[in-house]
């Protein structure tokens, strides 16, 4: 499964019809409306929305513990399925990420996590392909200095086999 742009602009195409739904139809201008049909579809995608972002909040869960091995349960690890952008760095793959990235950065001793969390969801979700931006709330100590930072991110993930995965970020 090879990222492409068709998924990329597909998510952003339908992230913008789901924002500006408000799940009520007015009828016939005369001030009163129905809601019956959008509730069930939109309590799926709520129920869908709490899974996407529970898979955000552990794999970032996982950043604070420094353990990569558990962070490979929530993105795509084959060939180069899953892709980065962080600041001006790009690694496709998550091999790339990990080897060249993740695993130096988090080797180090002097860098202690005391939280990496991602907060303030805001999601989007069509059948199997869901998109999210997100707030980057962490803290740390390198080399004995306290340090915090905010930032935003956003993700795209794939639903395969009853499980929603990481494709892609941007942080």
């Known amino acids: 499964m090879k990222i492409n742009t068709k998924i990329i602009v597909m998510v952003a195409a339908l992230a913008l019809p789901l924002a500006a ?5 007015e009828h016939m201008d005369d001030g009163h409306s129905h809601n ?4 069930p579809a939109q309590t799926n995608i709520s129920m869908e929305a709490k899974s996407v972002e529970a898979v955000m909040e552990n794999y970032s869960k996982q950043i604070t513990a420094k353990d990569l091995e558990a962070m490979e349960a929530y993105v795509f690890t084959d060939a180069e399925d899953f892709t980065i952008f962080e600041g001006k760095g790009t690694n496709i793959g998550w091999a790339d990420y990990r080897d060249n990235h993740l695993a130096p950065e988090l080797a180090d001793e002097d860098l202690v996590f005391t939280k990496y969390d991602f907060i303030n969801f805001k999601t989007f979700v069509d059948g199997n392909v869901a998109a999210i931006t997100f707030s980057i709330d962490a803290a740390y100590n390198y080399k004995g200095k306290e340090a915090s930072h905010m930032g935003h991110g956003t993700a795209i993930l794939k639903k395969v086999d009853g499980k929603w995965k990481i494709t892609h970020m941007q942080t």
């Open 21 to 25: 739904c408000s799940g009520e139809t």
């Open 36 to 39: 019956e049909m959008a509730a």
